[in-house]
């Protein structure tokens, strides 16, 4: 059966930090209040249903939040969760409060917002900053670039420490679990280059933790590209796949009928058992980007109905279990199910609705596949050179990466230090493994040796041994072509017991 999962946003709290930002007593309500209209025809500001402007520390909201929830058929909520740099957390409060709560019925499970944070929302000089003109962009800053704060992962010890953390959650009852795994998203795969090593430690940990394992789902990603990945999640739209289009004062505008096609083709194209769907209720960043900001025109809770059981047809044709919406309070965004002053509950009825209907549908796949089957189509010679063109693009920006790193004083070896990786095996001796060698060529960092896919131990019977016999120990194995990673590191795990690391995971997380 089809359940539906709304993303939730957990910022409706004062916190110190935020505090220090942007000003005494900021939630994202201060934005929502302080939007204005900015081109004709614009629903701003957003209010919501009697003025409910609630407080997510308050027992009483999320009570109501959840009593709401299950009254029009929400399965659970997809918490954004944020953990920083050694372990630094943030808006935290209302989960850890929930789960105490353990008399508010509230199925949930972790969204992990995995990016750095920075003043990006801020960066406009008008009304729909978000405290407009007392913003100081450099007061409180980690650094002059903007950063707030600071994406890292670490090595194992931090691995475990972020498990330890989430193990609670994962063990609640009300936690969202497939087949007895918890659900556990990744909001940007692409930019954790650990993932796979440390996913896979996780689940181990889970396994120790008397859980069945983990249920890891890459957010807008190919779950193909790593192997520790279980299931892809296609959220709502991809904004460059519908014509746009900018009002008279220069908002970036679309029509909710161009966004919804957009999604559905999407949806269409790879939605499968292990392929979860997304769909929206509206858009509409403008109170945190101002006339930078994108804005959809024409959102209404019967269309949204409309569109929403489409999305419902196909998940049903092609076996989809469980579809996300965005969002359940993004209100600084537009994208909200929560009642507002404007259609009341129309947005959640309309999800009842679609439930009742998706319980006793038949659906016939051939009407569904006539509808968007002509959408979809890609050129074999199409698909190759789009692989090519980002294999490129990965080259490019690891060694723009690596030059960056260079020119800021940011050490190849400081990585290998941090992990206590003295001794190292490198996989591929082309221009990055050269590269690899050179930067830590005179230092305390050692490459024991190269292999490559040509090399003796890949054909002989016996190549753990074979290594033991002929080679020194070493703490870790770095593969080069970095393109190749998954594929190579799955080879290279049947002979080694040590990690094996992307270059990309050395580069990027110094």
Partial sequence: ???????????????????????????????????????????????????????????????WQADVAKKYDIAGFAFYHYWFKNGKKILEKPAENLLKWTDIDMPFCFSWANETWARTWSNVPDSNAWIGDQYEETKNQENSDGILLKQGYGGKKEWKE??????????????????????????????????????????????????????????????????????????????????????????????????????????????????????FTDADDTPRRGYKGFSIKNASPELFKKYY?????????????????????????????????????????????????????????????KEYAGFCGQSGLQIHDHKRAVKYEK????????????????????????????????YGNGALGKHLDKSLCGGDIKIQYYIDKDAELFRCHDPRGYIERMFPEVDAVI????????????????????????LEEVIYDP
């Fill in 479 to 502: 593969v080069t072509p970095i393109a190749e990673y998954k594929d190579i590191r799955q080879k290279l795990k049947e002979i080694y017991d040590v990690p094996i690391i992307s």
């Fill in 1 to 63: 059966m089809i359940k539906t999962i709304a993303v939730y946003l957990p910022q409706f709290h004062e916190v110190k930090e935020n505090n220090q930002w942007w000003g005494q007593g900021f939630t994202d309500w201060v934005m929502v209040k302080n939007a204005k209209p900015l081109y004709e025809g614009h629903r701003q500001p957003r209010k919501p249903l009697n003025h409910k402007y609630y407080n997510l520390l308050d027992h009483s909201t999320m009570a």
């Fill in 395 to 426: 080259f490019f920006r690891l060694l723009d990466r690596w030059m960056c790193n260079s020119e800021t004083g940011k050490k190849v070896e400081d990585f290998f230090k941090e992990l206590h990786l003295t001794n190292i095996a490198v």
């Fill in 162 to 279: 972020h498990f330890s953390y989430l193990l609670p959650f994962f063990k609640d009852p009300r936690y969202l679990k497939h087949e007895g795994k918890p659900i556990f998203i990744i909001y940007k795969p692409d930019l954790m280059h650990s993932l796979d090593n440390m996913m896979e430690y996780w689940k181990s940990l889970a396994v120790e933790n008397d859980l069945p394992g983990l249920y890891i789902v890459a957010n807008r990603a190919d779950k193909n590209a790593w192997s520790s990945i279980d299931a892809q999640l296609q959220m709502e739209f991809d904004d460059t796949g519908f014509p746009t289009e900018k009002s008279e004062t220069g908002v970036s505008c679309a029509d909710y009928h161009d966004a919804w096609k957009s999604a559905l083709t999407r949806a269409y194209t790879i939605a499968g058992r292990d392929v979860f769907l997304g769909g």
């Fill in 309 to 369: 059981r489409k999305l419902v047809d196909i998940a049903l044709a092609k076996g989809v279990e469980y579809i996300f919406i965005n969002a359940w309070n993004e209100w600084g965004e537009g994208a909200y199910l929560e009642p507002d002053g404007e259609f009341g509950f129309g947005y959640l009825e309309a999800v009842r609705d679609i439930m009742a209907y998706a319980r006793t549908a038949k659906i016939d796949t051939r009407d569904i596949d």
